[in-house]
């Protein structure tokens, strides 16, 4: 469409280049200006279309809830995907709910399977945070599952958050939280991020709480902001009505400049011409005065001859 309209601008600069030459150049600007910034905006769309979706990883042994965790989640926003063992459940439109294959490596050739397959999810996904499951029980046996699991992510402890499932098992809640976040601080990211959870959680508050641990509420002006492309044409439309509003008035009032130069110019040259005509015309009369006056003054002479000849003749006869 751009590139129509930028032909379509050139073809009207050529053809109006006669009577306005710099409004033509003000349109040539803007119709390539239009032109490149539609390429920069494909261009950037090009560049990050690996990294349109961002991907939040739930993990952790078997036996803590994933499954049934994310079975909820994905049935609420009715949206579900499988990439090989990753099912992926999207939870706003730039970011996908993922729930991984579970960590058992007691068996040797099960744990290089399942550290393939992660490698290969995480080297062609742009993955942003990790949730981390345990269910509740015997602390012991938490810190155990979380070990089991951290061990294999330290370089990642940052984007890691914790996620107690079975929290309905508790009799004393707040009291549990309490006692659970000193003795798991340990396995906990610097802002002590830790989620508890119910069997009957609601799913909406939970998709909120988790885009608050993981500092993801707003992407808007980022490098990892996806690509809209109803803003990309809405854009694109802001600068034609520009172009079409403001420039062409601009242009406008350059044609009328120009045109009313151009007025100037001829009245200067008709006064010029006037003028010139004007002392043609004097010259003119000078030389025909001039031209009188010899004839005045050749007359007098014929006659004065004439004179002198009749006196001359009238003298013989009189002798």
Known sequence: MAEKN??????????SAITF????AVIIYFGIKLYYLKKEMENKSKKHQKFQTLKYL??????????????????FFKQKQVNQEFEECQIR?????????????????EREIIIKQFSQYMMKNHIIHF?????FERTDLMKKKLLDVLKYFKKFKEKFTVIVTDFQLS????????NLKQALHVFLNKNQSIMFVENDFNVEEFRDQLLVEAQALNLTDTIFEPINENEQQQLLQQFQNMFTNRDCNQIKKQQIYENNNQQQEIIIT??????????????????????????DQQLFQDDHSILMNDSFKSNQNQQ
């Open 21 to 24: 030459t710099s409004a033509s």
């Open 131 to 135: 949730f981390l499951l345990v269910n």
């Open 270 to 295: 008709n006064t010029q011409q006037d003028n010139i005509q004007q002392q043609q015309n004097i010259q003119h009369k000078q030389q025909e005065n001039e031209q009188f006056q010899i004839n």
């Open 58 to 75: 739930l993990v952790g042994p078997p036996g803590v809830g994933k499954t049934k965790l994310f079975k909820r989640i994905s049935n």
């Open 93 to 109: 439109h730039d970011i996908d709910l993922v729930s991984t294959p579970s960590f058992d490596f007691e068996n040797i050739n």
């Open 6 to 15: 930028i032909y379509k601008i050139l073809a009207l600069a050529s053809a």
């Open 171 to 178: 009799d004393d809640q707040e009291e549990d939280k309490k």
